[in-house]
């Protein structure tokens, strides 16, 4: 069994900073690319940010330049650093890892349970 467990979220006010920490575990084999998403009320589920195994990475527009991905590959673990946050990037972030398990022949998508990030005005 493959987990994917959040941590890092919370309450700040406008401004300020946090950051999510998304470490996966169990039968992985490999892991091509992990990620975060983000779901308002609301709102549908979208892309914050994306990074490959090899590094690359993708932002949605609206957090370009305040938020950045990185990844500890031999930990399997990634991390969100959201900086400047302001009250409508308010919404439960999610994990997400593009991962093939052992005993396995393709890779698929796996998702965290959540944590809820609040920003106040």
């Known amino acids: 069994q493959v987990q994917l467990v959040e941590s890092g979220g919370g309450l700040v006010q406008a401004g300020g900073s946090l950051r999510l920490s998304c470490a996966a575990s169990?039968?992985?084999?490999?892991?091509?690319?992990m990620g975060w998403y983000r779901q308002a009320p609301g709102k549908q589920r979208e892309l914050v940010a994306r990074?490959?195994?090899?590094?690359?990475?993708n932002y949605a527009d609206s957090v370009k330049g305040r938020f950045t991905i990185s990844r500890a590959n031999a930990k399997n673990t990634v991390y969100l650093q959201m900086n400047s946050l302001k009250p409508e990037d308010t919404a439960v972030y999610y994990c997400?890892?593009?991962?093939?398990?052992?005993?396995?022949?393709?890779?698929?998508?796996?998702w965290g349970q959540g944590t809820q990030v609040t920003v106040s005005s």
């Open positions: 169990g039968s992985i084999f490999t892991i091509n690319a």
């Open positions: 997400a890892a593009d991962l093939r398990a052992t005993m396995t022949h393709k890779s698929l998508d796996y």
């Open positions: 990074i490959t195994s090899g590094g690359s990475t």
